[in-house]
């Protein structure tokens, strides 16, 4: 039976970790955080995800462990490292995690003589693998890779709200590293954990860009739909969103990711975006599409304060309410979300912000605590509210109508995702990316 340990318990830790072992695989899950783990073994998810608190459960009642002892993955014949790189300020990553956990790793491996195989799921810019953790390994364990055990790049490509199936149906498996029976091994492995699934085999540094790759082209779909609907919004009766579903039918652009809004946020894009730039311009390359993208997306937001300002002649003292700070629906993720940043530059405005989410109240909390106002319900966020700002596309907001809107003070709605654009409200509507008069 094929053992494998999990080192970091993060997202994408976490869901992979609870579907191996849902499967049946003697999993042991590994975090340096005690009262994470601590929680994890009781069944219960330190993050909103659909279907994960359920899947955790069925691989806890299989054979499942959770550990902050990372010498408990000595036995295991494959390790995923799924650490966090956070971004630092000049855009660049953070290293320092995932290099403290292939060094313990090293350790762990210098007292067994089991060939292991070592996978880098953590988002790391190419040249990493080589520069960092191969030599950190090959120290620390006495070890050389290649001969006595493997090391494979192996990203990940999850989306938050749909982590499990993703982890259960990739749309590909990327395998970076040498030619060499551990290469091997792990391709019958994943061959066998996702029998339809196209497996990539390529070498560190290539595997290392591709998520990058992904990432940043994503990144760049979303804001050239945003160009687009701020093109639409000046020219009367123009919609985004019928130009977004007709030109999402040719399959040389598809559907996905051509939903304007306000910009796209979350742990991934944003971070990956600002980590590739500063990587190219270490290799020389002045990276002007990627630079273009960043503006396009910063002035989103600005586009928001704007048209806001305006409706209400000065944010000074106005009582503004803010419907959703989850990055996107089905998460209570709020890393580098863009209703977090309007909160924060409506605040240095004076404006008085009352917030509403079905799932990231206390996330949000945590950044502002008593300097905002926080809704348990929707009519309590409509309640003398001058303003109503909708920012995340959560299925809750379709059902507003107008007597959620008397409540308001003043009936101002700016819909940064067009949710109410098919119903005829008593407000001062403005969808963005819908034409008409400001």
């Known amino acids: 039976m094929t053992e494998i340990g999990i080192v970091g318990l993060g997202f994408v830790g976490l869901s992979l970790t609870s579907v191996l072992a849902s499967k049946g695989y003697s999993t042991i899950g590994i975090d340096i955080d005690t009262e994470k783990c601590k929680q994890i073994a009781n069944g219960k998810s330190p993050i909103f995800e659909p279907k994960l608190e359920k899947t955790l459960r069925e691989?806890?009642?299989?054979?499942?462990?959770?550990?902050?002892?990372?010498?408990?993955?000595?036995?295991?014949?494959?390790?995923?490292?799924?650490?966090?790189?956070p971004q630092k300020r000049n855009g660049s990553i953070d290293l320092s995690m995932i290099k403290q956990s292939v060094a313990e790793l090293g350790k762990t491996m210098h007292k067994n003589?089991?060939?292991?195989?070592?996978?880098?799921?953590?988002?790391?810019?190419?040249?990493?693998m080589k520069k960092y953790v191969l030599p950190i390994l090959e120290k620390n364990s006495k070890k050389k890779a290649g001969k006595d055990f493997g090391l494979i790049s192996n990203p990940e490509f999850l989306q938050e709200s749909n982590a499990i199936k993703d982890t259960i149906f990739p749309h590909a498996v990327v395998l970076g590293g040498y030619n060499t029976k551990y290469?091997?091994?792990?391709?019958?492995?994943?061959?066998?954990?996702?029998?339809?699934?196209?497996?990539?085999i390529t070498n560190h540094q290539t595997a290392e860009m591709v998520k990058y790759a992904n990432n940043t082209f994503l990144a760049t779909k979303i804001s050239f739909i945003n160009q687009l609907s701020n093109i639409c919004q000046k020219i009367p009766g123009a919609n985004?969103?019928?130009?977004?579903?007709?030109i999402g039918l040719d399959p040389r652009i598809g559907k996905l990711f051509l939903n304007a809004g306000p910009g796209y946020g979350g742990s991934c894009l944003p971070k990956d975006m600002k980590a590739l730039i500063n990587f190219a311009g270490t290799t020389g390359i002045n990276p002007t599409l990627l630079n273009a993208v960043e503006e396009i997306n910063t002035k989103q937001l600005?586009?928001?304060?704007?048209?806001?300002?305006?409706?209400?002649?000065?944010?000074?003292?106005k009582r503004i309410t803010i419907l959703g700070t989850a990055f996107k629906p089905e998460t209570d993720d709020?890393?580098?979300?863009?209703?977090?940043?309007?909160?924060?530059?409506?605040?240095?405005?004076?404006?008085?912000?009352?917030?509403?989410?079905?799932?990231?109240?206390?996330n949000t909390e945590r950044i502002f605590g008593d300097k905002i106002k926080y809704a348990k319900t929707i009519a309590d966020a409509f309640s003398k509210s001058q303003c109503v700002i909708i920012m995340t596309q959560w299925k809750q907001y379709s059902k507003i109508n107008n007597n959620n809107i008397k409540k308001m003070d003043r009936?101002?709605?700016?819909?940064?995702?067009?949710?109410?654009?098919?119903?005829?409200?008593?407000?001062?509507?403005?969808a963005i990316g819908i034409g008409n008069n400001q």
């Open 113 to 128: 003589k089991k060939n292991q195989i070592i996978f880098i799921k953590s988002t790391v810019t190419p040249g990493t």
């Open 411 to 430: 009936k101002i709605i700016i819909d940064s995702r067009r949710i109410l654009a098919e119903k005829e409200l008593v407000a001062d509507y403005q």
């Open 302 to 317: 600005e586009q928001i304060i704007s048209i806001t300002k305006k409706k209400l002649s000065s944010l000074k003292s």
């Open 59 to 85: 691989g806890l009642r299989k054979k499942l462990k959770i550990s902050n002892d990372i010498s408990l993955v000595k036995n295991c014949d494959f390790i995923f490292v799924t650490v966090g790189t």
């Open 240 to 246: 985004v969103d019928d130009i977004a579903k007709t």
């Open 334 to 362: 709020i890393r580098d979300s863009i209703a977090i940043e309007l909160i924060k530059k409506l605040q240095k405005r004076q404006a008085n912000i009352t917030i509403h989410d079905p799932k990231a109240m206390k």
């Open 183 to 200: 290469m091997k091994k792990a391709k019958m492995f994943f061959s066998k954990l996702h029998p339809n699934t196209p497996i990539i």
